[in-house]
């Protein structure tokens, strides 16, 4: 137990480390400026930037774009708020097409998952998906795309995967878009209070399967 407990923390810390470098020197490289052209195209469609920004995030699994960066653009362009429901409706059309994708052209997609997220997939029992889910989807380690390509190549049933998938990732979307909404700065209580949670959330897993064994 204290091997997994440790493996997860170091998981959990690389990836909160990268996702700072990239919002703290991503500027840098690609200049803040390209930031603001695409809240600028975003917001010249008036209120059909919306639904620009929804299609954008459905389609970002496509496009190969991390799904943290997208949250915290929504969070930069449109705020707390609504950044975390436009970010949050894209991202389940994306999961959902991914899903539907997968579970009808699987020789495809099954290249794009890996076989341990296929294997725990697999046991998952209809009456556990949506827990399961939950778990993999709240847990920042876990990518949420196999995930995604994986419930629909082991034929879960979509409405588990749609509600386990919400779920889990509703939180997550909100913590990101806040901290995009905060992006400029970064070192603050904002950014500190967002990575512990994130931290918790990482651990959730541990302690529930802790608490089963007692």
Not at 14 to 31: C, D, E, K, P
């Amino acid at each position: 137990m204290k091997v997994d407990l440790i493996k997860r923390i170091t998981k959990i810390a690389i990836v909160l480390i990268v996702i700072t470098l990239l919002l703290r020197y991503g500027g840098a490289i690609q200049h803040r400026v390209d930031i603001d052209k695409i809240q600028a195209f975003v917001e010249s469609f008036g209120i059909w930037g919306v639904l620009v920004f929804i299609i954008f995030a459905a389609l970002r699994p496509f496009l190969f774009i991390p799904s943290a960066i997208t949250f915290v653009l929504g969070g930069v362009i449109f705020g707390t708020l609504l950044g975390s429901l436009v970010s949050l409706i894209g991202l389940l059309a994306g999961s959902s097409l991914c899903y539907l994708l997968a579970s009808k052209f699987q020789g495809v997609f099954s290249k794009f998952v890996g076989d341990k997220y296929i294997a725990k997939l697999e046991k998952i029992k209809e009456k556990d998906a949506i827990k399961t889910l939950f778990m993999m989807r709240v847990t920042p380690g876990f990518p949420i795309d196999p995930v995604s390509y994986g419930a629909g190549l082991t034929g879960i049933n979509y409405y588990d995967f749609f509600l386990g998938t919400l779920l889990g990732i509703g939180p997550k979307v909100f913590l990101y878009t806040f901290l995009g909404d905060g992006i400029e700065d970064l070192v603050s209580i904002r950014t500190i209070g967002v990575f512990i949670v994130l931290f918790l959330f990482a651990l959730l897993p541990i302690f529930v399967k802790k608490s089963k064994l007692e």
